[in-house]
């Protein structure tokens, strides 16, 4: 019997990554956004955001707000398009869907995601999961000649939060999961405002300072010498770089300008000195923006901490990194350079870092999709038509904690959320 087509939607904070079995390599990177262009005057619907060529002033209307999908109005109108002709292109009345949510995500949006799948898209069935508990399946933690670990510990720097994920047998820990209220979209902010109050006014050029971000941030591994180097002048550092903001009138970008070139006429320079790294050290001291919370390195010691005894040693030799705040030059030295003196002597420490940490999910997600492990999973139209919400909450986050099956004699999925009480009460979701 052949199998149908399964879409598989990382449904991120900041952004969809979102592609098809049938086609298993290709990924579309989709921002999770609907995005108002102030100089053309023109709104971009997720998707359509690739048709646009002037990124000044742009306004974001966000579905998710503090990590949660709160504006289902905004999240329905990005998805009408990717599951359209102009994206996808495919009968969803005939394909099932796998897709990822938020970490402890609240009751009654997990019941506003099952009627959007079943009763919007009317989808053939689907299975939702946390994007940590997808990387077993995916290669991160693999090596030549060697099975996969059963304990790993995923580290997922995302746009809201970063989490620090324990599993083990395919099974997430729950009890010992810990979250830093520092992301990706934090940073970005906290940069704004160290540039707005020292050089440009950038507060309304999220898109701008986003960018970089990316190209001019690194993770200190010495932070107070680095600190001391930027008290020195200009011209003999080598911290300091000169960021040149795009003018998007004559269709240039903005980049690093390199020592040896020389400056343009009307070029607006952006220098980038402690800024650097003073950005990504949040992550690490969230003290800094006083915010009273454990950095990155306590807060796996932490989570580590909680787990039995003997088999710590596992989880600290078996580190996987995920999510975009993951690619800062200089992130894996620094924790490892952190966790280092918290481990045993006797305890080996071993991080692994992914070629692509913002579609690490989406792959091992994909690796799922292709085996037919995922009809365990799911829930069909069918049964959930006949249990509701509530049959898709055991099915997902059923006997996870005591590892037997479930009504049906199903084998559980390798995640799940905990088991919470969930109410009846309709979402009043706008349709349109």
């Not at 399964?6 to 609907?34: E, M, Q, W």
């Not at 000044?56 to 579905?63: G, I, N």
């Not at 479930?406 to 009480?421: F, H, M, Q, V």
């Amino acid at each position: 019997m052949k199998r149908s087509p399964v879409i598989v939607l990382d449904n991120g904070a900041s952004s969809i990554k979102v592609g098809v079995t049938t086609s298993p390599k290709d990924v579309r990177i989709v921002s999770n956004a609907i995005v108002r262009s102030k100089v053309d005057k023109i709104t971009y619907f997720g998707h359509e955001f690739d048709a646009c060529k002037d990124f000044s002033s742009l306004h974001f209307r966000l579905p998710f707000e503090r990590g949660y999908l709160v504006d289902w109005d905004a999240q329905k109108a990005i998805w009408d398009g990717i599951f359209s002709d102009q994206v996808l292109n495919i009968d969803k009345t005939e394909t099932s869907l796998l897709i990822t949510e938020p970490y402890f995500n609240l009751p009654n949006i997990q019941e506003v995601y099952d009627q959007f799948v079943f009763e919007e898209y009317e989808f053939q069935s689907y299975y939702c999961s946390t994007p940590a508990a997808l990387i077993p399946y995916g290669q991160l933690f693999s090596a030549p000649g060697l099975p996969k670990p059963e304990c790993v510990l995923v580290v997922d720097a995302g746009f809201s939060f970063t989490h620090i994920v324990p599993i083990m047998g395919g099974v997430v820990l729950w009890s010992a999961v810990k979250r830093i209220d520092v992301g990706g979209k934090l940073l970005t902010n906290h940069l704004k405002e160290l540039v707005s109050f020292r050089q440009w006014n950038m507060m309304e050029e999220t898109y701008i300072m986003n960018d970089v971000k990316e190209k001019c941030c690194y993770v200190s591994t010495q932070f107070a010498a680095d600190l001391e180097a930027c008290r020195t002048d200009k011209s003999r550092n080598v911290i300091i770089q000169e960021y040149v903001l795009p003018d998007f009138s004559r269709n240039r970008h903005g980049y690093i300008r390199q020592r040896d070139n020389p400056p343009i006429d009307g070029e607006q320079i952006l220098y980038m000195g402690n800024e650097r790294f003073s950005v990504p050290e949040v992550l690490f001291c969230p003290e800094h923006i006083g915010l009273h919370q454990a950095g990155l390195g306590e807060a796996i010691v932490q989570s580590i901490s909680l787990l039995p005894e003997d088999l710590q040693g596992m989880f600290w030799g078996n580190i996987g990194l995920i999510g975009g705040s993951t690619k800062f030059p200089g992130f894996a030295a620094r924790l490892m350079a952190e966790l280092r003196p918290c481990a045993p002597a006797d305890c080996e420490i071993k991080i692994y870092e992914s070629k692509n940490a913002i579609t690490e999910a989406y792959f091992s997600a994909m690796a799922l999709a292709t085996t037919s492990a995922l009809t365990n999973f799911s829930v069909t139209r069918a049964e959930y038509l006949e249990g509701g919400s509530s049959y898709c909450r055991r099915r997902f986050g059923m006997d996870y904690e005591r590892g037997g099956n479930d009504e049906d004699g199903r084998t559980p999925p390798p995640s799940g959320a905990p088991t919470k009480l969930r109410t009846r009460t309709v979402s009043a979701v706008k349709r349109r």
